[in-house]
């Protein structure tokens, strides 16, 4: 299950073994007032729900067959029970595959009981106190199912070094050297870790990047947005590239625009006379007055519009924002404002890759320092694998474009690197990459 983005979603997986899987999933959008819940029991209580109504539809013979067999107060072995990859995407300080105690929340959660608690153990009790047949298998960030499922998927051999995620937050993990995880050692609770590898996954939590803010870019809308949402001072990166934010930062730049009478949007002599006996009106109830009333698929709209007059822009105007009979100066002018948001956003995610890509030298590498033999393989091959999922990837005009066009200019990657890092679209990354995970985890054994 995947809790961390708008939806929250359940899904069981069948892995073929040979790069391929069948997914059935119910996504359900999270309700806003359990984001923000008194206590994490209602929240947690909803997950749990979620889950049994799941398995009623989509696995009921073996639900009811347990359930059977649990009255009958026969034995229950782990093969009855369903390994639960857990993808919770928030800040988490992991100390085994299945236990984890929660740093912060992000992206508009807030429910404060359960900082620093073990959310594993918080989503077992209520699946427990449904009796379902699941137990919670691994605890997964949606970065580090993203980079699971890159390399499951991917054709050949793949020793993917990064996955990313650019969707309603933003982070990556990568793949590190176990003797270079410094912070292992100075652990006050000792994790519990399988060292054979020699590896170790890092999930960065790169989206609080500089949260001090002395290299991000800034502007008095970023300011009001920081100061206005649930975490000010926290996720400062993330506010400047993921999609929760981005249309909340065009909100207030055109609320500023409108305000400020010399710029003329929404007022200027050609919205009146554009369409015969219209003038530009915005609707008292406009989403545009709302915090967080611009969403970020508006951007995309405006972006990508290419339709005559910026056409398409200005129904948007009309049917999400309420703003209507705009001119197609108007149009144009909100299309540059949001060509800067998103070409900003994009850029930053490069100065995230390129920062990782630079920090484990795979630009660099000879092929014995490769971590394992895939990697040395790709090494071999001169590229460097990045998965990426989320919906500015997968949705937002031009997004890579615009990242590749950052990487070009690093330096340390430059143009010759930029050719060798191959960017590919994990879909429902972070949900193979739990099931895959529980799979290793919890062993084969199971329904
Ligand atoms: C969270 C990360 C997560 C990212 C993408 C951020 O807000 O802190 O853990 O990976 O969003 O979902």
Known sequence: MDLG?????VCSIKLHGDTTFSLTQSKVAIPRELMVAKTSQELFSFLAKQIESFLKQHHN???????????????????????????????????????GHLIRWTKGFDIADAIGKDVCALLQAEIDALHLPVKVAALVNDTVGTLMARSYTSPGKTGTLL?????????????????????????????????????MIINTEWGSFD????????????????KESNNPGIQMFEKRVSGMF????????????????????????????????????????????????????????????????????????SKDLGV??????????????????????????????????????????????????????LIEEEVVDVG???????????FEQYVRDALREIEGIGEKGEKRIRIGIAKDGSGVGAALIALVAGGIDGP
């Not at 072995?77 to 800040?91: A, I, M, R, V």
């Not at 176990?178 to 912070?183: A, E, P, R």
């Not at 609707?283 to 545009?288: F, K, M, V, Y």
């Open 388 to 398: 990426v999922d989320g919906s500015l990837v997968e949705y937002y005009p031009g």
């Open 211 to 226: 949260n001090e803010m002395s290299v991000l870019p800034n502007t008095p809308y970023d300011d009001a947005l920081d």
């Open 246 to 317: 981005l249309g909340e930062i065009l909100r207030r730049a055109i609320l500023a625009m409108i305000k400020d009478g010399k710029t003329e949007l929404f007022s200027d002599e050609s919205s009146k006379t554009n369409d015969v006996h219209s003038t530009c009106t915005i609707a008292d109830d406009s989403p545009l007055y709302k915090q967080w009333g611009l969403d970020t698929s508006f951007l995309s709209i405006a972006h990508g519009d290419q339709s005559q007059g910026y056409r398409i822009t200005r129904q948007a105007l």
């Open 324 to 377: 209507d009979a705009a001119s197609s100066e108007d149009a144009e002018a909100i299309k540059i404002i949001t060509e800067a948001i998103g070409k900003r956003s994009a850029r930053l995610s490069a100065v995230a890759i390129g920062a990782v890509i630079i920090a484990t030298g795979n630009l660099t590498l000879t092929a014995g320092e490769a971590v394992d033999d895939e990697h040395k393989q």
């Open 61 to 99: 013979d073996h639900f009811e067959g347990f359930h059977q067999k649990r009255e009958a107060g026969q034995d229950l072995t782990d093969e009855h029970f369903f390994k639960l990859g857990f993808t919770f995407s928030f800040p988490v300080n992991q100390i085994g595959i299945n236990k």
């Open 5 to 9: 983005g708008t939806n929250f979603r």
């Open 163 to 199: 996955g990313g995620i650019f969707g309603t937050g933003t982070n990556g993990a990568y793949v590190e050297k176990l003797d270079k995880v410094t912070k292992l050692k100075k652990m006050e609770v000792k994790g519990d870790f399988d060292s054979t590898t020699g590896n």
